[in-house]
Every structure is written in structure tokens, then in C-alpha cells.
């Protein structure tokens, strides 16, 4: 079992930054993926990036390309999305998930993370 707690989210206007942090903890594995998806309301899920976590590629939707970042810590068990030039269909819940990297699902989720960004 993984348990995976996001924070970071908050209140922004068009042009700022945030930087959301998902902590792993339970059972981990070094051959995984870690991700952040996101919801709208009214909208299905989407794939915002991914990366894994023992290092190598990393890769996001286009619609964030060039303006988020993520990046993880081992050390700490933590990934982190850094977002930037935020726009407000950039408005949505933050999830952090993880997957083996044999599977074509996520297999565990976190509870979410509010972020808002106001024109």
C-alpha cells in the first residue's frame, strides 16, 4: 500500500506560481511512475506530467509544456510540480498518482489539491 498526501494549492492570479508537493509513503518501489493529474469542474481527468521516480525521462500534456516542471526527491519521498505563468484554465483540483511501470493505470491516488487562478 502507497499513501500519497499533495499540498501546495491555493489562490493565484494569471501570471503567477505555484509549487505543489505530493509526499509518498507506505510501500514504495523504485520502478514507478509518479505523476499529477488534473480535474476540472465539469471536466474529465487530465494527464498534466509524469516522471519517474528513478530517475530518466519526463513528460508533460501540451498544454502545460514550457510552463510546468516536475521534479522529485527521493531523500524525502516527495515530487513536486512547479507551475508557472499560470493561466485560469490552468484552474482545477491537483492530483498526485503513482503506477508501476508495467501497468497502462494509476494505481494509487492522493486526495487532491485546490488550485485557483483567478483572471
Known amino acids: 500500500q502507497v499513501q500519497l498526501v499533495e499540498s501546495g494549492g491555493g489562490l493565484v492570479q494569471a501570471g503567477g506560481s505555484l509549487r505543489l508537493s505530493c509526499v509518498a509513503s507506505?510501500?514504495?518501489?523504485?520502478?514507478?511512475?509518479m505523476g499529477w493529474v488534473r480535474q476540472a469542474p465539469g471536466k474529465e481527468r487530465e494527464f498534466v506530467a509524469s516522471m519517474r521516480w528513478n530517475g530518466g525521462s519526463t513528460t508533460y500534456a501540451e498544454s502545460v509544456k514550457g510552463r510546468f516542471t516536475i521534479s522529485g526527491d527521493n531523500g524525502k519521498n516527495t515530487v513536486y510540480l512547479q507551475m508557472n505563468s499560470l493561466k485560469p484554465e490552468d484552474t482545477a483540483v491537483y492530483y498526485c498518482?503513482?503506477?508501476?511501470?508495467?501497468?497502462?493505470?494509476?494505481?494509487?491516488w492522493g486526495q487532491g489539491t485546490q488550485v485557483t487562478v483567478s483572471s
Open positions: 507506505g510501500r514504495t518501489f523504485d520502478s514507478s511512475i
Open positions: 498518482a503513482a503506477r508501476a511501470l508495467w501497468s497502462s493505470m494509476w494505481n494509487y
